[in-house]
């Protein structure tokens, strides 16, 4: 029989524990004016590989584009205080979207700019709905397409600070479900690939269904369940799912997730673990925004536990056994543009403070700023 999860987001909050970290196409979380993350991976295991982008011209400068608000370079902004206001406009699939701030005469024509990666919520799919109210608090960053200054909205919350949270609401008015919006079902995920914006999952035998579902389904993008985050290429992992019923009677996954209701981050896929809430410093070795990659020096005298050491030196002997060296011997820790705070502009030679993590593949940095 199926696994009844009446409260399955009780089980993703208490998964996602540590820091965020995590790639697209078709009509992707991307638009707006940049920002995100894509670029190649970090190896080609079995679990995943590197995608590029996420929807079209994801995280890239767009062209023929209208040109973001711009602010002076002058122009002070205050990242601890909170603002309210009403979303005017929310383009789920695009993944952006404009907000109309209550106090008036804080920002120019009193509406400001989000983007999905500053929405805190607990929803599988980051998405806000038109007039709801929200908290949050404004950033400054320079836009790379004009280079001008603009502004964007920070860590959107309900007021009060609270998750956002409106997927279940809304999948329970939309979604027809094969036994219920809750109910689980276990299998095989075939691959997931972000660029192509799909996959492939084939359930497990045993269970007894009412309706004639297949046992291979596909499972669009939204689907995935990444704790919020972007999904990153999967192959040959053990899932769980729910059923849903399309327009034209076909069956589909619905929220996947690793089992136990795990979001399929890469703390799930790699088994991160972040060693406690110690901060460090460090310089930026290298950083390649294309890529979506880059690696980070302790400063002068910084040393790192002894267990993270050698994570490293495991990192530095793999990376030799596949021809690849770096320029340095120093000892460095691995990033992604997702484990960098927004708003954060990374070249060498800039000074950061971080938090250290460890996976199956090495130790890396992540809450770089």
Known sequence: MPVWIPW????????????????????????GYGGGFGGKGWGSGQIWQGAKGFGKGFDRPRTGRKPPQSV???????????????VRIYKKFSGFGFMDLAQKGVVPDDSIYVHWRSIQTEDRFPQLSQEMQVEFSLMKVKDRASGCWTLKAKNVTMPGGALIAVQDELDAQHKQFVGGQHLRYTGQLQFFSPKRGFGWLTMDDGYALTEPVPKELKVDLPEVNAGGKQPVFMREIAVEFGIVKDRRGGYKGYNMTLPGGIPMTYEGLEHRVVLGSRNFTGIVEMYSWTKGFGFIKGSKGAAFPPNVMAKIKQQQEDAAKRGKTTQSNEPMLYFRRADVQEGVEMEKGKEVTFKVYTDDKGAGACEIH
Do not use: H, I, M
């Open 72 to 86: 002076p370079e002058s122009f002070q902004v205050n990242p601890e205080v909170r603002y309210t206001g009403t």
């Open 8 to 31: 399955l987001k009780v089980n993703q909050q208490s998964a996602k524990g540590g820091a965020s970290s995590d790639k697209g196409s078709g009509k992707g979380w991307g638009g």
